[in-house]
Every structure is written in C-alpha cells, then in structure tokens.
C-alpha cells in the first residue's frame, strides 16, 4: 500500500501539485483572454478619441508615456518592458524575494492595467510578452500559496506559467511549449515536458472555449513554390536578419556610445525622456497613412491580405516607432508590432519579387523579422504557421527564420530577451553583493 501511495499517479502529494497547476492554467487562459478583449478595446477607445483630429494624439500619447514612466519609478519597476525577460530572470536566479519582486500578483495585474493604459494611449506595443510575464507571475503565486516554494519546484511553476500564457495569447499551443524550451530555458528536459504540455493544453482549452477555434491573422492559403520564388526566402532572411538584430541591438542598454549617450539622458530626466519618445511616436505617425500606434495588427492583416493602403514607408516607420516605445520603458511587449514590421518589410519585398505569392513572401517577411528580433527560429515558425493555419509555407519559413537567425547574431551577439533578462541578474547581484559586503571600518581619529 505504501509502494502505491509512492507511485506518481496515486500519491497525495502529486496530485496536489497536479491540481494547482490546473487551476494555474486556468487562471491563464481566462486573463489571456480579458487582456486580449481589453487591450482591443482600450486601442479601438484610443482610435476613436484620436479619430477627432491629427492633433489629438500629440495631447494624449506624450502625456500617457510619461505617466506611465512616472508610475514604474518605485514598486512597479519590475512591469516595464515586455516582461519575458523578468521571467527568464526569475527562472535564472533561485532567491526568493527576486522572483517575488519580480512575478508577484501585485505585479502581474500592474502588468496588465498599464499595458492597457500604454495601448489606451497608442503606444507601438503588444499584449503577447506581457501575458507571459502574467502568466509566470500567476503560475508561480500560486504555486508559493500553495507550498511549492523550493526553487525548482517555483521555477516549474514559472516555465509552465510562461508557455501558458503565449499559447493563450496567440492561440498558439504548439509555439507555446517550444516558446519554453527555445527562449525561456534553453534546454529541454524530460521530466518538463507533461508539465508544458498540460499547463498548455488547460490554457488552451479556456481559451478555446471562449473565443472560438481561429488564427490570429485569419487562414492564409499561401504557397511558395520551388524555383525563382525561393528568392524570397534568402532577401527576407537576410533583409529580416539584419533589421531584427539592429532593433535587439537598439534597445539592449550600453554603457557606450549612442546606446550609452540615450541612457544618460533617460538616466538623467526619466520622465522627460519618455514623453519625448511618445512624441517622436506621434511625429513618425504623421508620416504614416494609418498611424503607428498599438500592436500594428490590422495593417499587418492588411498587408498579409494583399490589400492594405499603408504606403511604402511603413515598415521602416513601425520599426522606428516601436524603438521609440521601447526606449520609453513603458510596460508593452514587442511580439505583435515586430510581426507588423515584418509584414511591411515582407510588403516591400513583395515588390521585387512579380512572380512570387506576396502574401507568401510578407508571411516570410513576418517571420524572418521575428526571428532576427528575438534570435529563436523555431518559436517564430511555429507562431507563424499558426497565426495564419499554414500548412504549406512550414520549410520556407523555416529556412528564412534559420536564416534570420544567423545574420542577426551578426549584429547582436546576444539574444535580446538573454540580454535584458541578464541585465535585471546583474543588478540582483550587484545589489547581493552590496548587501553582504562587510561595513567599511570606521577610521576617523577621536
């Protein structure tokens, strides 16, 4: 009786964690999806207050950077930026009060009220990286509540919690799990996997059931056929690669040169930096027929779609815009407005190409992009095919991804989500080793 209360199946003790992690998941999909209905709704509120005039947003966006700067100054620090790097720090890093500081559900509902307020205030950024960092946030609370508190144990917690939550975001379960393995831990270990897998699969099945069975970006029946047209698997590599790892390597901190001179001034007036940058949004937007602002879905879709007004400039202007607000520090993710990046480049490609598909070679355009941004070839596969429910375009897109990948790393050494999540590990340890260092003798005379 003993033996069987031992097994894995039968024991108390696992099926309480078992238990736990489904209601994680739970938990995950039901706020993927309200961020996702209120990050649509905060945009559209957005769009149609700016809608009155061209001036309109020069009054909102500054003032909503700014704002928003001002609020992650002290207790919400740890909400700035995407948040996958906190999550790759928190899993890195086995102290408790960092990973709280960093995944505490005070932080994860911060994440997600300012992201809202970002997007309700037409910052160029996404809801995906913030629902993961929710979704380690979520995962591991309740993991600690319910007594998973030792560091493998969390860190499980957190990886399952991390795959959730961009499954639930994109819709994307396969992507999710390999999203895991490829950014978040790097490797891949057996006893891991039925642990991914059903946090995935629970988040998915909410996710599911409320919204429906569909692909982000609708179904998209392009080919790529062997010959010529393989032109723009090698162009979108390539073009992919490189303005991926220029933006990774933009917004990476330096202590150094351009990178470095931009963080003395933000250093120096945080606040007047970020509203400079919401009003170089708003500027660049002017130059734009559809604006920068938000996620850039639509003129992706548009694009994608072959039937999209949004000049020939929009690519290069999204990247620009999405730099701005990442310079900002304001909370927001880079996942959808690099896809839209994507699909403008992959837009102008097309143009060379007469022969080609062109929603084939934007699609490729997309996920070049993305893979030259974050450095994981297969996580920006994988999404690609799903968001589209392509079947066809899986070795092409691999190919351009792989591709991507490797001119990148020409340009930026370091994966950028590994660079900034190495960031926040140094400042912990810097701030450590502060901590334990011996008070200085005091060595005045009497």
Not at 31 to 56: I, N, R, T
Not at 94 to 116: C, N, P, Q
Not at 128 to 134: D, I, L, R, S
């Amino acid at each position: 009786m003993e033996q069987l209360r031992r097994h894995g199946w039968l024991s108390p003790e696992e099926w309480r964690r078992r238990i736990v992690f489904w209601a994680g998941a739970v938990a995950v999909g039901l706020a993927a999806v309200f961020f996702a209905k209120a990050a649509d709704y905060a945009f559209e509120l957005f769009h149609a207050v700016a809608s009155h005039g061209w001036w309109v947003p020069l009054l909102i966006t500054p003032a909503t950077f700014a704002l928003l700067c001002w609020l992650t100054q002290g207790a919400l620090k740890a909400t700035r930026g995407s948040g996958i790097p906190q999550a790759i720090a928190a899993l890195k890093v086995e102290d408790e009060d960092f990973r709280a500081r960093l995944l505490s559900l005070k932080v994860a509902v911060g994440k997600m009220a300012l992201t809202l307020a970002a997007l309700l205030g037409g910052a160029s950024v996404g809801r995906e990286g913030p629902t993961v960092h929710v979704g380690a946030g979520l995962l591991y609370s309740l993991g600690r509540r319910f007594g998973f508190a030792d560091p493998t144990a969390a860190g499980r917690f957190i990886l399952a919690g991390s795959a959730a939550g961009l499954s639930a975001a994109f819709n994307t379960p396969l992507a999710g799990v390999v999203f895991a393995i490829e950014e978040m831990s790097g490797t891949f270990e057996h006893r891991m996997s039925g642990t991914l897998l059903t946090a995935v699969i629970v988040a998915g099945i909410v996710s599911l059931g409320i919204v429906g069975n569909y692909a982000y970006f609708g179904a998209i029946s392009a080919m790529l056929p062997l010959g010529k047209a393989w032109l723009a698997v090698l162009l979108t590599g390539v073009v992919g690669g490189l303005a991926g790892g220029l933006f990774a390597r933009l917004i990476i901190p330096a202590a150094t040169g351009f990178r470095g001179g931009m963080a003395r001034l933000r250093a120096r007036q945080p606040i007047v930096f970020a509203a400079a940058c919401g009003l170089a949004l708003v500027l660049l937007s002017l130059l734009s027929a559809n604006g920068l602002y938000g996620t850039g879905y639509a003129q992706a879709r548009a694009i994608l779609e072959g039937h999209s007004d949004t000049g020939p400039f929009f690519g290069l202007l999204k990247f620009l815009g999405n730099i701005a607000s990442s310079w900002a520090g304001i909370p927001g993710g880079i996942f959808s407005p690099a896809l839209a990046v994507g699909a403008g480049l992959g837009g102008n490609i097309a143009h060379l190409l007469p022969g080609a598909d062109v929603s084939a070679v934007v699609l490729l355009g997309m996920a070049s992009y993305l893979a030259g941004v974050t450095q994981a070839p297969l996580t920006a596969t994988l999404i690609s095919l799903e968001l589209t429910a392509n079947n066809f375009m899986a070795l092409p897109i691999m190919a351009a991804c792989l591709l991507a990948r490797a001119v990148s790393s020409l340009v930026c050494r370091v994966p950028v989500y590994k660079a900034l999540a190495d960031t926040l590990v140094a400042q912990y340890e810097l701030e450590h080793a502060r901590r334990e260092a011996p008070p200085a003798p005091d060595t005045a005379t009497p």
